[in-house]
């Protein structure tokens, strides 16, 4: 088997639509203090690319989701792996994500955390894939919109392999 990667959206696009929803973040959120949440592993770049060029106050907690196992779709069960090390609890929240997919992940994870009750709850992911949706999901910042295609890097992996790379590629796996 033999993997190939075909660049999908290029280093700087990417760079340059995270400063776009920072601005719109920093706008949006002005006068208030963020609590922004990771989800491990797939949106730690992400998230931490967004929170370099976000200027209202920031505070920062990770929680380790998965559903994908290392295949290339969506187990369809979630598991909270490590959850939050902060009480969220009358903040502002924001859920980081690297994909919004089937929508189960982000489905899962606002009905756990709303019943914590943050003041607001607002979901920002760099990649939608609004044709795979199976669970309602309200998303608040969207980077792109891209087609059901297999997706890895800035973040996002194929059997953990790939996340390290700058730009977004599309993922063939072809036969020896
Ligand atoms: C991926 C991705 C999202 C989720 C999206 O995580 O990072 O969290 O799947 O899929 P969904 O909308 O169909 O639920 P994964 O389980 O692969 O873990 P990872 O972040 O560690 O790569």
Redesign the pocket.
């Known amino acids: 088997m033999k993997e190939e990667i075909r660049v999908l959206i290029e280093a700087d696009k990417v760079e340059e639509r995270v400063k776009q929803l920072a601005e719109q973040i920093n706008r949006e959120y002005e006068g208030k203090k963020l609590h922004l949440i990771c ?5 730690v770049f992400f998230t931490c690319e967004l929170a370099k060029y976000i200027k209202v106050p920031v505070t920062m907690d990770f929680i ?6 290392d295949g290339l779709t ?3 069960c ?1 598991t909270v792996k490590q959850d939050l090390t902060m009480d969220i609890k009358g903040r502002e929240v924001l859920i980081i ?12 994870l606002s009905h756990m955390l709303k019943k914590r009750n943050p003041a607001s709850l607002n979901i920002c992911t760099l990649l939608d ?1 609004p044709e ?4 309602d ?1 309200t998303v608040a910042y969207t980077g792109f919109e891209i087609e059901d295609l297999f997706v890895v890097g800035f ?3 194929y059997a ?1 392999k790939y ?1 390290n790379l700058p730009y977004i590629g599309v993922l063939k796996i072809k036969e020896d």
């Open positions: 989800i491990l592993k797939g949106s380790t989701v998965s559903s994908y196992g969506s187990s369809g979630i994500e690297d994909i919004v997919d089937s929508g189960r992940t982000l489905s899962y894939k795979c949706r199976v669970s999901v973040g996002l992996d953990q996340r």
